[in-house]
């Protein structure tokens, strides 16, 4: 039985991070807490690394232990204070929004279900069965919120441009 290497597993988590912080982001819609999803989700992995057999998996591994620490988050989330944004830093990361914002705004408005797997194969580019994986959902369920969510941002879209 063969074990993912540590240093096979930072190399990944490195490489990715932007990535990681755009879906965090994207549950989380604060820079802040989207930081603090991605740090938790990389000790976690860290911790538990030994636990993971192939590095194929790693992919499909590591998102379930973001979108887990983020749905976490979610629950946990208590009322939020808004500032104006004069009195923020800029700090090194910028919200990652996708060019056209109205459909990110869409997106964003979709049921939690059907957003998510929107944007695991959308923003995050992952096939259906690495979503299946990632989710704990079987494939047709994949398929379904997916023909769902792109269903009404058809319509929503439509709707717009009338």
């Known amino acids: ?51 993971l057999q192939s590095p194929e998996a790693m992919r499909t591994w590591f998102y379930r ?43 964003d408005a979709l049921p939690a279900e059907v957003g998510l797997v929107v944007k695991l194969r959308f923003y995050e580019e992952l096939s259906l069965r690495e979503i299946s994986a990632v989710t704990g959902w079987n494939l047709s369920t994949v398929k379904t919120r997916l023909y769902t969510g792109l269903r009404k941002l058809r319509i929503s879209m439509e709707g717009a441009e009338s």
């Open 65 to 107: 232990i973001l979108v887990h620490v983020c749905t976490d988050q979610l629950r946990r989330r208590k009322p939020v204070v808004l500032v104006p944004p004069e009195s923020l830093d800029a700090g090194s990361y910028e919200d990652p929004l996708p060019p056209d914002e109205s459909l990110a705004r869409r997106v």
């Open 1 to 51: 039985m063969t074990h993912v290497r540590e240093d096979v597993l930072t190399a990944f988590l490195v490489e990715d991070q932007a990535r990681f912080y755009r879906l965090a982001y994207s549950y989380l819609q604060n820079r802040e807490d989207a930081l603090d999803a991605v740090q938790t989700a990389v000790c976690k992995a860290l911790e538990k690394y030994d636990s």
